[in-house]
């Protein structure tokens, strides 16, 4: 039976190489022996991940997807070792990130009889995955035709997961014992050369293109991009808005506010402008293009569902179905399903009349009042602040590097301190279900596979939550530097009513905080730990960047000061905006 199965397992790896994945993220087991086996014997053209927490793993293998843009592939044994995984396909779909899962599993008769180490696999992971199969059993008398299903299954696989829009897939794949026939070579996967085109949204279609051209001509309007923006260009986004004479509304996670783009159109502080009461109602557009996910700023996407007079196009690459629907506000008069960028070089090219200077100005001198006066701000203060850590590290951060943004206030910091830069900085996060679990995990993997240096802003909780992510640094000698934000709890819940509204158990329940020394995390995994200063720290963190290895530069707050400084701020930054001399339109 071992004997079947190992050319059952070459003909499944064989098609997943095929098909584009070219990292494997295994956690050691008994029952996925024969792929690893296969995976890890010599000449295996796999770039091989060990890691021994599958939470932990499914989210670093997210990283090196997202990262990459390939599919990546997560293997585990039976059992509860799959259940693990299913927080990183969660994200994984919602984000649209290529994961293959695959999970071994006991045979047929082994199920539901109250074998050891044996859960229901079988559809395991639901609607989160865009696509699931349990494999039949390896047999010798049946060889041929199950060496064909393994490799139709494994091109199917790839395929599915990479296809617009990107998503995880799972094969859950049974053996039966013997799982190893002593004395017999492992299979052997072929290195081979494969021409493969990536996978493309539809076209625009010319009807629509014409419509919308006639839409929006003349008018005053608003292209606001969220995250994950379906590869969208930020050369493309920034010519249509010039065409339109529109701003950009980018949020951090766009890929809109660095790089060598025209940034003059690229609004940068949409969160803090849009507080102040007579640019609010000034600035309301006519018309909305939105890319991407929604954005960050809470702020900003209650002000945009608040306008009544707004038109509002969703433009996605896979709208609607079973993909997702991305529109929390339920806002969206139409949706257009193209390929982003065709659809603004399209838009482009039915040359529409642009909207009056006076728009675009509007939004452009809000834009650099605020973005001013809140760096004014910050430098002034002589205690430590959580959005000085942003400003920091972003200019710290040399050209090709990739900043990982943790969830809860760390990508709202970033939303609001960092600034449009002519560097070419990639800005991620996991968005797509907005947890903590896996930041750091998904970071690691991150460091993997990039080229310049990784950084990661993270609350305490959430670094605590995933401290397993880290183990693959020390392994694999990466190197990351960890911006750890530690105000002893969940500082986010301090911004919310129930700091207020329910005193006498808001710490506990809310607040929780857990009065933990981080620096011996940090030790645990060899890494080097400070404690960082209030005031500029730009030199710290890039010492820290230069050196290999794991750096873990710890500001320390307060939660409720914090949100004193935050809002301070805010106030500031509005009343320079209502101080402008800014054109009426």
């Given amino acids: 039976m071992a004997l079947a199965a190992d050319q059952y397992v070459r003909a499944l790896l064989q098609s997943l190489w095929h098909g584009g994945v070219r990292h494997a993220v295994v956690s050691p087991g008994s ?11 010599p000449g295996s053209p796999f770039r091989l991940w060990l890691h021994l927490d599958e939470r932990s793993a499914g989210y670093f293998a997210l990283g090196i997807a997202r990262q990459t843009g390939e ?20 994200e994984a779909r919602i984000s649209r990130i290529p994961l293959i899962i695959v999970t071994a599993d006991r045979p047929p008769e082994a199920r539901d009889v109250g074998a050891a180490q044996t859960v229901d696999q079988v559809g395991l992971y639901g609607t989160h995955v865009k696509w699931s199969q349990d494999l039949p059993v390896a047999d010798a008398g049946a060889i041929d035709e199950l060496v064909r299903f393994a490799r139709t299954a494994g091109a199917r696989a790839a395929s599915v997961a990479t296809e617009v829009p990107a998503g995880p897939v799972h094969l859950n794949v049974p053996f039966r014992e013997p799982l190893l026939e002593e004395g017999t070579p492992p299979p052997i ?19 629509t293109v014409a419509r919308l051209a006639s ?15 379906g590869g969208l260009s930020a050369h493309e986004v920034t010519a249509l808005a010039a065409a339109l004479g529109w701003p950009v509304i980018a949020d951090p996670l766009s890929g809109l506010r660095t790089g060598d783009h025209p940034l003059e159109t690229v609004i940068d502080c949409a969160d803090a402008i849009v507080r102040e009461p007579d640019f609010a109602s000034r600035a309301a557009p006519e018309l909305v293009l939105r890319f991407g996910a929604a954005p960050t700023s809470k702020p900003f996407n209650q002000w945009l569902a608040a306008q009544p007079a707004t038109y509002r196009v969703l433009i996605d690459p896979a709208a609607g179905g079973t993909s997702g629907w991305r529109d929390p506000d339920l806002q969206s008069d139409e949706a257009v399903t193209a390929d982003p960028g065709a659809l603004c070089l399209a838009l482009i090219e039915a040359a529409p009349a642009a909207a009056s200077d006076g728009w675009g100005a509007l939004w452009r001198e809000a834009n650099a009042a605020a973005r001013s006066t809140m760096r004014e701000a910050i430098d002034a203060l002589d205690e430590p602040f959580e959005g000085r850590a942003v400003i920091d590290l972003a200019e710290a951060l040399p050209d090709g590097a990739t900043l990982v943004a943790g969830n809860s206030m760390p990508v709202r910091d970033i939303d609001s301190y960092f600034a449009n830069t002519s560097k070419r900085i990639r800005i991620v996060g996991t968005r797509g279900a907005s947890g903590i679990d896996g930041v750091v995990s998904g970071a690691v993997g991150a460091a993997a596979v990039s080229g310049g240096p990784v ?20 392994r694999y000698g990466l190197n990351l530097t960890v911006l750890l934000v530690n105000n002893n709890g969940g500082g986010i819940f301090n911004f919310l009513p129930q700091r207020t509204a329910i005193p006498d158990r808001f710490e506990e329940w809310w607040g929780t905080p857990h009065g ?23 030199d710290v963190i890039q010492a820290a960047l230069a050196r290999p290895g ?36």
Avoid at 31 to 41: E, G, H, K, Q, S
């Fill in 31 to 41: 029952r996925n022996t024969p792929l690893t086996n296969a995976l890890t014997a």
């Fill in 71 to 90: 599919p990546a592939m997560v293997l585990c044994t039976s059992g509860t070792a799959a259940a693990n995984y299913l927080p990183a396909a969660v």
């Fill in 189 to 207: 996967v072929e290195e081979v050369p494969v021409a493969r085109e990536p996978a493309r949204a539809p076209a625009p279609d010319p009807a």
């Fill in 215 to 229: 839409h929006v001509s003349g008018r005053r309007g608003l292209i606001v991009c969220g995250p994950e923006t």
């Fill in 455 to 474: 950084a990661l802003l993270i609350g305490d909780l959430s670094f605590f939550h995933d401290l397993n992510g880290l183990w693959p640094l020390g």
């Fill in 516 to 538: 933990l020394d981080l620096r011996h995390a940090v030790a645990l995994h060899g890494g080097r730990h400070t404690v960082l200063e209030a005031g500029d720290q730009r």
């Fill in 550 to 585: 794991l750096d873990v530069l710890e500001l320390r707050t307060e939660r409720d000061r914090n949100v004193v400084l935050h809002r301070q701020i805010w106030e500031q930054a509005a009343s320079a905006v209502a101080s402008q001399r800014l054109g009426r339109t």
